[in-house]
């Protein structure tokens, strides 16, 4: 489908939108985000102090800490908010059943003895996987209540044609995927061209049908923070189910600052319109410390509720070893290895 | 609370994070918790101790010994001791006990960091992240200063031995603020800190000397007001750095007015934090919390007066207030919290009585809906909307977590209720327009102003107010000159003649013989541009030598003195605004005038002096040429700050400036003071030596036809002390520049502690001829103050 002009809500065409109204947190159920017409005042009037960002991200690591019990139940949450991701051209569906094993068992039985959490059936938050491997995740899966994630749309440069690239979400879609992880076209932010970006997302999303659209914006690649707010305020408009910070394949992928710009616009937009995006970096986290980082930004800029799988992942790896060494160490006082933990 | 891992994985709260404070705990064991002075490399035998209180826990934590005045005696004697050999030791051999110093820092971070918080009841984070690295910053910096020393400050010296005194918000960083350039420069030290947070300063004495530094370099006197009443009394004190409050700084000033010592005072402030409507607001709101709630509100320079553009004032106060809910506030020793305790119970009493105070003259008050721990000094963060800018919060000083908010319009009324104050310590400009953020920031009165950020330091910036913030740099280049002097010169000044007697009668007497032939020439007093005559009606005998009437100048009063301030602040805002060029191209006139007349002025001198004036005429032009050379070069700098961005310390104009000339030599005593001042854009208000008034009154017709704006320069004849205290009294005069005789100096000091007016004296005879003497930087310096606008920058 395509959006006509008519329908975009253009600068300055109609009444001012009763902004800023209180809005209470979702509860158990988050209903989804509908988008609304493309707000362009509202887009330009995004602007990001890069240097007063950075600041502010930098002491987040400084300003909060868990530890102990805490420190091990914060990792625990982490691992059940993990897209559990491998997008290598050397997949298999060998390795990737390797990798549903492990997002379904995350953690060695004896280990969650230990920790006495046996009745919290820790899992990640989903597998992600390239087109070509979502049915074997759908039934390596099967049973086990964790989406199959499939990354689209031309993933990672998001330049192929874009009847393919929708042809491409149906697909995914078709095979059993439950979350799709688009790409939006970077040249649409780097040339300022909101309308184009926002017809873009908008068709992705429709495509996505049933199917919970996180929107990659490839922050890398787009220059500066405040282009990164503009294409965060655009892709929510447009219906993102979530903001996702990186392909995993830019030269920079998530960071601090990028993800308090990014959540500082979901607030924006929660407050403005009461709907709820999900969040997630992706990308060079890898270990369990950073990990916690990102747990600490999200309670302080968006709440606890932001917490949950439903509205916040991880796009890692890697990660998950690192946090089972973690809690192996609280569990045992010693030291743990990598070997030691099952592969993924 | 959630304590098991699965009550806490559904709850997701944070537990508590603990620094341990063992090792503090242990070095105070080590002591028996009982602390004497640190005096000439040793501890003096505890006496009369008082107790050191944990404010977190309301604990007893020390004993330590209350100074008397021969503590403090004691002290000086071993800095005066000591001196000699530091102050002659090189540059490169204090940089190595700074270098030493800056090391001993690092490698006890972590004690320092818990004793501060322990001790003082800020956050460990702010110890750690913030305090103890920024100590251990100002040492190395300076040991590259004390490296320098020799070519740097050419031709000065360690201002000998200091007594500085330290407030308690930032303990080991306030030290390291004064002792680090002292030691640098080659002073020696006596340090009292605040009796609530003396820990931190003993223990570093005591590291310092295991690091090598000579015994008596450095000495530590704790006690409370009377200790530091004491060190300021010391007649064997060479110079007095000060850090508190301006209640007090206005006390040191009174009681070293007349001693000739050296003075920095960092006071006082109430630093506007003003947000335009293109700010990025949510980083505008971190930016508060940095400025407020950052070591509980209690730092001098804390961004406590909000004002903000009127369209945006809603939003943002909503976005305060939930921020302020997710602060945390407990255990300073706790790694998770944004807020420690308040020092002290009784500084708490002071916020809730003014707390209350605000509420009862209707400021809203609001705080968040958590509370605060009951045991300890604590105090939650608050914020007050709706404050005019007559409430008592938006004026006084809280040095607590209390932001008080207000609207502007226009940026023109952003930068006058910014300086609505008696204050000038600091100021926070948020707006991502840089046109409208550059042109703000130097039209705010304060020493350092903060674009997009706040609460930066760096050793390399200088640190320091305008107005009743106090004097003095502390950081940088511009820090470093207040702990050195000028080595005296070899050559001797002349014997300056005696000023003769005027007569104490006001009415002209009758000339013994009659008055010249020629047309009568009647002196008048010199005010905004135009010749005006003395608001009294009464005129001064003017007499030669030989006891001839040489003429009668205006009796000026301080009607006279008003007027001509107001003249001199009329015309402050055009001058300053004046290209360096444009002012150095009037300077360039006013010799070339002079020049014309050189003849005539030369004559006048001998009339008056018996001397020959044609080589003080000479010289007078000369310096004119000095001063429109320098009008365009005295440059600030661009300080090398760790930040990405520029640090501009930018040389700004004191004021208006009163100038009491010297006798010694009337027209090039004259023309040195006040060819500076105006060089660097102020403007004057001047009276001439009483005995020799006429060079002074001829000259203002020169300015007349050489372009100087009205107003720029006045000139009031008189009684020149009873003018010069009217002038050190005034609240609308930025400084005082006394070169006319001790008493009148020691009056002006007293006097100027009214607004803390910079007062620059001179205590001894100076040769003016001799141009090392009667120009060049230090008059500059004087005649300007440093601002650094800090200029974070990146996309």
Redesign the interface.
């Known amino acids: 489908m395509t959006i006509t002009r008519a329908n975009l809500h253009l600068a300055g065409a109609d009444a001012v939108t009763p902004a800023?109204v209180r809005h209470e947190p979702p509860g158990e159920h988050v209903e989804r985000n509908p988008g609304q017409p493309l707000d362009l005042d509202l887009v330009l009037a995004q602007?990001?102090?890069?240097?007063?960002?950075?600041?502010?991200a930098a002491?987040i690591p400084?300003?909060?800490?868990?530890?102990?019990?805490?420190q091990?139940?914060?990792l625990?949450?982490a691992i059940t908010l993990i897209d559990l991701t491998t997008l290598s051209g050397d997949d298999t569906p060998g390795n990737v059943r390797r990798l549903c094993a492990k997002a379904m068992h995350p953690l060695r039985p004896d280990l969650e003895a230990l920790?006495?959490?046996e009745?919290?059936h820790v899992t990640t938050g989903a597998v992600c996987v390239y087109h070509a491997l979502v049915p074997t995740a759908v039934e390596a899966l099967r049973g086990s209540g964790i989406p199959v994630a499939a990354v689209s749309t031309g993933f990672p440069a998001g330049l192929s044609p874009f009847s393919t690239r929708l042809a491409e979400v149906r697909e995914s879609v078709a095979a059993g995927a439950r979350e799709i992880d688009i790409v939006i076209t970077r040249g649409h932010v780097l040339t300022g061209d909101w309308h184009a970006l926002y017809e873009e997302v908008r068709a992705f999303r429709e495509a996505c049908g049933d199917a919970h659209m996180k929107a990659i914006l490839a922050t890398g690649e787009l220059a500066?923070?405040?282009n990164v707010a503009r294409a965060s305020m655009v892709a929510m408009m447009a219906g993102a189910d979530f903001i996702k910070t990186s392909t995993g394949k830019e030269g920079v992928n998530a960071t601090l600052p990028v993800s308090l710009v990014m959540t500082?616009m979901i607030r924006a937009y929660f407050e403005r319109t009461g709907y709820a995006v999900g969040y997630k970096p992706a990308g060079g986290i890898r270990s369990a410390k950073n990990a916690l980082e990102y747990?600490y930004l999200i309670?302080?800029e968006l709440g606890?509720r932001w917490?949950r799988a439903d509205l916040f992942r991880f796009g890692a790896s890697g990660l998950l070893t690192d946090i089972e060494r973690q809690l192996e160490h609280f569990a045992t006082g010693r030291y743990a290895a990598a070997h030691r933990q099952p592969m993924v | 609370m959630a304590s098991t891992v699965p009550e806490i994985f559904r709850s997701m709260e944070y537990g508590p994070a603990p620094e341990s404070d063992k090792a503090a705990l242990a070095w105070i064991d080590a002591h028996k918790s009982t602390f004497g002075h640190h005096i000439g490399g040793a501890w003096t035998k505890p006496k009369a101790t008082f107790d050191v209180i944990n404010p977190a826990t309301a604990k007893v934590i020390a004993k330590v010994s209350q100074g008397s005045t021969a503590d403090v005696d004691a002290a000086v004697k071993a800095a005066r001791a000591a001196l000699p050999a530091w102050r002659a030791s090189s540059g490169h051999d204090r940089a190595r006990q700074l270098y030493a110093l800056a090391r001993a820092v690092q490698r006890h971070a972590r004690l320092f960091a818990v004793l501060e918080t322990i001790d003082n009841g800020k956050s460990i984070r702010e110890t750690r992240d913030i305090d103890i690295p920024l100590v251990a910053r100002h040492f190395y910096h300076h040991a590259g200063w004390a490296q320098l020393f020799e070519t740097e400050f050419a031709g000065h010296q360690g201002a000998g031995v200091v007594g500085q005194i330290i407030p308690w918000n930032f303990p080991l960083l306030m030290l390291a603020w004064k002792v680090a350039p002292a030691l640098a420069a080659g002073c020696t030290v006596v340090l009292k800190p605040a009796e609530y947070t003396p820990l931190t300063a003993l223990a570093f004495a005591e590291i310092a000397r295991e690091a090598g530094l000579p015994a008596g370099v450095l000495n530590i006197v704790t006690g409370d007001g009377a200790t530091g009443a004491a060190l300021v009394d010391h007649p064997d004190v060479d110079k007095l750095a000060f850090t508190g409050s301006t209640d007090v700084g206005r006390i040191i000033r009174k009681h070293t007015a007349g001693s000739g010592k050296k003075l920095s005072l960092e006071l006082g402030g109430k630093s506007p934090f003003v947000v335009f409507d293109d700010a990025d607001l949510d980083s505008v709101v971190e930016g508060v919390v940095d400025a407020i709630w950052f070591n509980q509100g209690q730092v001098c320079c804390a961004g406590s007066r909000l004002l903000v553009k009127e369209g945006i004032y809603d939003r943002l106060t909503e976005k305060l207030r939930t921020r302020m809910e997710k602060l945390r506030i407990g255990s300073p020793l706790d790694k998770a919290v944004d807020m420690g305790a308040i020092v002290a119970p009784v500084q708490l009493e002071r916020i809730a009585s003014l707390v209350e105070q605000g509420k009862q003259e209707g400021c809203e008050c609001w705080q968040p809906s958590w509370a605060v721990p009951k045991e300890g000094s604590f105090y939650p963060p608050t914020l007050f909307t709706n404050v005019a800018p007559s409430a008592t919060l938006a004026q006084v000083e809280i040095f607590g977590p209390v932001l008080v908010s207000m609207t502007f319009r226009t940026p023109e009324e952003a930068v006058a209720l910014a300086n609505n104050t008696p204050f000038g310590l600091a100021a926070s400009v948020w707006s991502d327009n840089l046109n409208l953020a550059l042109d703000v920031a130097p039209k705010i009165k304060a020493g350092v102003v903060w674009i997009n950020c706040t609460n930066l330091f760096d050793a390399a910036a200088g640190f320091g107010g305008y107005r009743e913030s106090g004097y003095g740099r502390e950081g940088g280049r511009e820090g470093m000159w207040e702990y050195v002097k000028p080595i005296a010169p070899s050559k001797a000044p002349k014997a300056v003649k005696p000023a003769k007697p005027v007569a104490k009668q006001r009415a002209t007497v009758p000339a013994s013989e009659p008055a010249s032939v020629g047309i009568d020439r009647t002196p008048k007093l010199f005010i905004g541009g135009k010749q005006a005559r003395p608001d009294s009606g009464y005129s001064i005998r003017v007499e030669g030598p030989s006891g001839a009437h040489l003429g009668d100048v205006g009796d000026g009063n301080r009607k006279d003195i008003r007027n001509a301030v107001e003249a001199a602040r009329g015309a402050l805002g055009g001058w300053s605004r004046a290209s360096g060029h444009n002012r150095g191209q009037i300077l360039y006139y006013v010799a070339e005038n002079l020049s014309a007349r050189a003849a005539e002025f030369a004559a006048r001198l001998r009339n008056m002096t018996g001397v020959d004036g044609a080589a003080e005429v000479d010289a007078t032009i000369r310096r004119l040429f000095t001063y429109a050379a320098w009008a365009d070069k005295w440059d600030g700098q661009v300080h090398q700050t760790p930040i990405r961005g520029v640090t501009l310390a930018m040389h700004e104009p004191v004021g208006v400036i009163g100038i009491a000339a010297p006798a010694a030599a009337p027209l090039l005593g004259f023309v040195s003071l006040v060819a500076p001042a105006i060089a660097c854009g102020n403007t004057v208000v001047a009276t001439p030596s009483e005995p020799y008034p006429l060079a002074v009154t001829d000259f203002y017709q020169v300015l007349e036809t050489s372009d100087v704006p009205a107003g720029v320069v006045n000139i009031v004849t008189g009684h020149a002390d009873e003018l010069a205290k009217v002038l050190a009294d005034h609240d609308d005069v930025d400084a005082i520049w006394h070169f006319n005789g001790r008493d009148g100096a020691k009056a002006c000091e007293l006097a100027s502690c009214g607004n803390m007016k910079q007062t620059w004296c001179d205590w001894s005879p100076r040769d003016w001829m001799d141009a090392a003497q009667g120009e060049g930087r230090a008059f500059l310096r004087h005649a300007t103050q440093v601002k650094n606008i800090w200029i974070p920058y990146g996309e």
Do not use: M
């Open positions: 800023h602007h990001v102090n890069k240097s007063a960002t950075e600041r502010r002491t400084t300003r909060r800490t868990v530890k102990k019990q805490w091990a139940a914060w625990l949450r920790l006495g959490v009745s919290l500066t923070l405040t500082r747990l309670k302080e606890d917490l």
